[in-house]
């Protein structure tokens, strides 16, 4: 069965520091990966998505992630961030056998201070 | 709004009552999915509709829970005989094609106590 693995399940940064966030699936076929964020009272919004192509992906907000299919990975990154980007980030993968659902990670919650 | 709206945003029920929820997905969305999130942890698949077709019930935890979506856009949950596990954030989303790498619109969801 497929899993998702999010290993940081807390991170505290100050503003400016830069942000890794890793995500590891199991399934070996062809598989689609997302990046959601969830902000304090609201809901889950897509940051960035990949299913073919370059593997580096460009999202919202100055997200970035790598897709590295021979580590299994999925890393959020971000340069640079801000007391704004303290939320709940979640890693989701679909795929195969057109299975639409999605697997997702138990999440990293993240903190940045002012 | 545009959203995937849900309602209620919170329900309270006893043990061993009914709970019916609703979903009112995206306006043309045509694959709808519910999810169970429990406290701390990330949302786990129950249930998922193409219009009105249920394909994929994998997920429900038990015969107690029903999913429904007859006209192939509002959906319902429900959860019979609640117990005090179903606790939970119920997620709705939709997308608006049936195909991998859709991306999913969720709502706000609905957060049901059962005590």
């Known amino acids: 069965a497929q899993s998702v693995s999010q290993h940081n399940h807390h991170v505290i940064l100050s503003e400016a520091a830069s942000l890794e966030l890793g995500c590891n699936y199991s399934?070996?076929?062809?598989?689609?990966l997302f990046w959601y964020v969830q902000y304090p009272g609201q809901h889950l919004q897509l940051l960035l998505k990949y299913f073919s192509g370059d593997p580096l992906v460009k999202g919202i907000k100055g997200f970035e992630a790598e897709f590295i299919k021979s580590k299994f990975s999925f890393n959020l990154r971000k340069p640079s961030v801000q007391w704004s980007d303290t939320a709940e980030y979640f890693c989701?993968?679909?795929?195969?056998?057109?299975?639409?659902?999605?697997?997702f990670g138990t999440g990293t919650r993240l903190k940045v201070l002012a | 709004g545009a959203g995937v709206s849900q309602s209620p945003r919170y329900k309270v029920a006893k043990r061993g009552q009914d709970v019916a929820l609703r979903c009112d997905p995206i306006?043309?969305?045509?694959?709808l999915f519910w999810y169970q999130q429990a406290l701390g942890q990330g949302p786990e698949f129950l249930t998922y509709f193409q219009n009105e077709a249920q394909l994929d019930k994998s997920g429900l935890p038990s015969d107690r829970f029903f999913a429904e979506r007859p006209e192939g856009s509002v959906s319902t949950l429900k959860i019979q005989r609640t117990q005090q596990e179903d606790s939970a954030v119920y997620l709705c989303a939709s997308s608006l094609e049936d195909r991998e790498g859709q991306p999913q619109h969720f709502g706000d969801g609905t957060r049901l106590s059962i005590l």
């Open positions: 306006s043309g969305h045509v694959s």
């Open positions: 989701a993968v679909n795929g195969g056998s057109g299975t639409y659902k999605y697997i």
């Open positions: 399934y070996g076929g062809t598989v689609n």
